[in-house]
């Protein structure tokens, strides 16, 4: 079993902003969870009761093995497996740029969360403008992947987020955005690299997607 230390928040700034939203022993179902360390890490900080929710082979085998409880599934089928307003919070952390279904699975989050935090990179970060005005498609240490072999098939800005919460009747609670592990709050969306966004529903009834 993988052991996380204080090391992990250097290491992954990213755990640690999500982390200083969640309140101690809270239910939390991570989508595309990967092998489980952001649900071990908040096992061992806020002893909350995680799910994940993985469709890799390999990476529900790390889940095992780092005690996390895992579902195989694929995020684009929905939740339907989960009821209303089953978990405190729901995560998607830097997944929803790889999402088909993104309006989608925001409203299912929704549904099954009373609370969702999303991370992203910014695709509006002036590093990525300036490549597309170069002709090129971004690549860097916050989108890696070069344009003929990316998951990523749903770039977005801070403001694209923003608009999609709106359509999705989301309450925007807290944004952070971040350059690596710094706080960024002057011209966020031009200078910032990863966003976080913790929201709720507007109406406190949730309503399915599955129809």
């Not at 088909?100 to 990525?128: A, D, Q, Y």
Request: include cysteine; proline fraction near 4%.
């Amino acid at each position: 079993m993988v052991t996380l230390t204080s090391s992990t928040a250097a290491q992954r700034p990213d755990f640690a902003a999500i982390a200083n939203w969640i309140k101690p022993n809270s239910k939390i179902l991570d989508l595309g969870c990967g092998d489980g360390a952001l649900l071990k890490y908040l096992q061992q900080k806020h002893r909350i009761f995680g799910f994940g929710v993985e469709i890799d082979d390999a990476n529900v085998l790390g889940c095992l093995r780092n005690g996390i409880n895992v579902i195989q599934s694929d995020l684009e089928s929905g939740l339907s497996g989960f009821a209303d307003n089953s978990f405190d919070y729901v995560i998607l952390s830097q997944t929803l740029q790889a999402m088909k279904h993104t309006e989608r699975i925001i409203r299912e989050m929704l549904r099954v969360g009373r609370e969702g935090i999303v991370s992203f990179p910014n695709f509006g970060h002036w590093k990525n403008r300036l490549q597309v005005i170069q002709g090129h498609m971004p690549v860097s240490d916050a989108l890696p992947y070069h344009w003929y072999d990316t998951p990523n098939i749903h770039l977005c800005t801070l403001g694209d987020f923003e608009n999609l919460c709106k359509q999705c009747d989301a309450k925007i609670l807290e944004r952070r955005v971040m350059k690596q592990d710094r706080p960024i709050r002057f011209l966020p969306n031009l200078r910032g690299k990863l966003a976080f966004y913790r929201f709720e529903r507007q109406n406190k009834s949730p309503k399915s997607t599955q129809d």
